[in-house]
């Protein structure tokens, strides 16, 4: 057995190495961005140009999940900041479909490597999960990848071998010359509208407020997701960026985060919408989800928030913005 | 959990560390091993089938017991019956009652009656065909005084549930495989060695060749769109690399595993596009599954014993029933008709005339006839199959052409070039191993065997599909 589990070994040497090889191969961002053109329609295409591509700046940058890209008109936004100011204030939804810290992470890092941002505002939910996003593997760059807060994750294995698989098809494609970008992406900006209001029965009330006992697990299952944050955190703050929170509830979660509230404030300052804004059956697009009217009083809310808390509009002429 | 999973992979890992433990070694404790880690492995596609499989499994076990005390011979045909109709009954349920179901619903609409049939919502349990004919092999072994009944259920239960040939076979006889769990194996390197290399050989066979092969003809024979015959030609030939790798490449996989654990898989392809007739393509073809009908329905109908008339019939009754054990639908039987009446013509035709061939021209025609049924095989229905047929007789044109379903990485003329070389790897070792060649040279000059390792790795990292890779065609069935 021995001699055998030996030369099994020796012989592993080989496809080993090369996985290991091809694992920690360097991801070129434009692969990243587009391996997966048939996820959340294509949006990584689009943050990719949007990023890297376009050449208008990125003043203020919303960074969450499908709430974030149905809830934040950041042509509205711009176009308040702008007129209130007195100065061009570009803001950028860069919402990606589902939860996942680690993924606002990449598309923050990204951003800062080639925009010069004032201010990104973080969604912000209830219930961190300890799952890593789906897709994060596709678009991380081995560093993030490979990095010990990676491995806080019960998707670990599955991530390293889904990063493993998006470097193997740029090594393939290089080889074969193909290109990898596919689909076509979304033009301009990242707010997706639905005008339809969702089926009354299908929207459930919340819970009485309640804070939860954590149990070891459930405590455990929280420390990826905060080390990503805090990852976000760090990484803007040592570019001079400013941070801020805003709280996405669906239509179902309490008024304000019940569990995470007090670590969300302990690294900036949370936006919370007031429940009387939005809890209107008539402003949800489904149980998750703003609809159009929904993701404009949001929006409103928002412009009024940023003035209060953003250094980059403080000097602003705050009372117009009610009036417009 | 396919085999090319990650899953299958360190399933694998630790089922091979825990067969092997120190503190495992007697054959009691062994195959309750192999009966928990075959459980596990079937429970992962369904855990409701796990009850399925063991209902059936001991249903035989008891019958096959209450066969080898009762010498009555009415009471040992009631105890065959009962056998007979308990496996033959679970797979008719699960796999054949909506496909009798629905043509039976359909051919009464076509004579102007409306009855109103049942359909089941029932989701095909994975390798039913493959298990149900194992178990039924053995009941009628004992029946047949082949074979004494197995006394311990440790011995059966490993038998049925031995992982590595559960889901898609080889079809394991049981005078071949019983032996090897009723006795304590010794750990034996060169043979699990063996085993590495032929699972080695079949990743190759399968990531490398059957599922890139799978893109060219699932894009033609999707049923979607009107191809030329190019293109259908294309596909088909594809189709016919594609269903060989994929299902010698899982056999290898299958008989590579077993060796891991000691045990001995019977072979099931022996180079079968190399056949020189009909009946030798049958004797190289999923050779467990054509031995099982051989044994198990072409002799007992009386074999070749009757007069000719007898055999042609009970050939292709023998093929109409293969045809409809690889699927319910009217494709497969047609498929099997097909086989049928090219072996009862080959028979006529080597009794009637003193044609002789040369072997290349014998080959070729055995390949074309194979690959036109591959056609109907692998067709979405019957109509389909026929509009495939109506534009290689020139009776039909397609639009699209075999430019249009080169696209994607068959659009890259380096991509084809390699898949090229991968098939030409692919028919020098098939060659040698017809030819009886090679295979020493390989095993005796370790330089030229590492290298061979060393460049099927690399194949397989640049070439294999890993992302959603199909499943094996064979587990459908």
Redesign the interface.
Known sequence: MKAFLKKVILFSILPLGLCLAVLFSDLKRENAWTSVPEDCDNRGSWIYQRIFTDTTSVDIAFIGTSRTINGIQDTLITRLLSDVDGKKINVANLGYCRFGTEMQFLIAKDLISKKKVRTIVLEVNEGLSGTSHPIYPYFAATEDLVHPASLMNQNTPSNYYNGFLARLTQLRATILSESQSEGTPLPNYGYRGYPGTADPATLIEPDAPHKRELNFIQRFDKIYPEAWIERTIALCRANNIEVLFVYLPSYHDQAQPQEELSFYQSHATVLIPEQKQLHRKSLWRDHDHLNDPGAQILSIWLCEQLFKHTELLKNANKNTISAQ | MLFNS?SFAIFLIVAFAIF?LPALQTVRRRNLIVIITGSFFYGCWDIRFLGLLYLTATVDFFVAKSLEKSDQEKKRRRLILVSLISNLSVLGLFKYFNFFSESTAQILSELGFHPDFITLKVVLPVGISFYTFQALSYTIDVYKKRLQAITRPDVYLAYITFFPQLVAGPIARAPMLIPQFQRLNT?N?TF??SG?RLMLWGFFKKSVIADNFSVVADGVFSGQGHYSSSAIIAAALAFTIQIYCDFSGYSDIARGCARLFGIDLMKNFRTPYFANSIGDFWRRWHISMSGWFRDYVYIPLGGSKSGYLKKSINLMATFLLSGLWHGAGWTYILWGAWHGTALITENVLQRRTRLRLPGLVKNTLVLVIVIAGWIMFRAESVVHAGRYYATLAGMDHGIIGLSDILTG?WG?A??RGCMVLALAGLFIVEYTIEKGVGIRHFQENRIFRWCS??LI??V????GV??SPPAFIYFQF
């Open positions: 990650i092997w750990f390197e699990a060695i590495l990485k890259s380096l991509f390792y060393a790795i690399v397989l990292l640049l070439f890993y992302n």
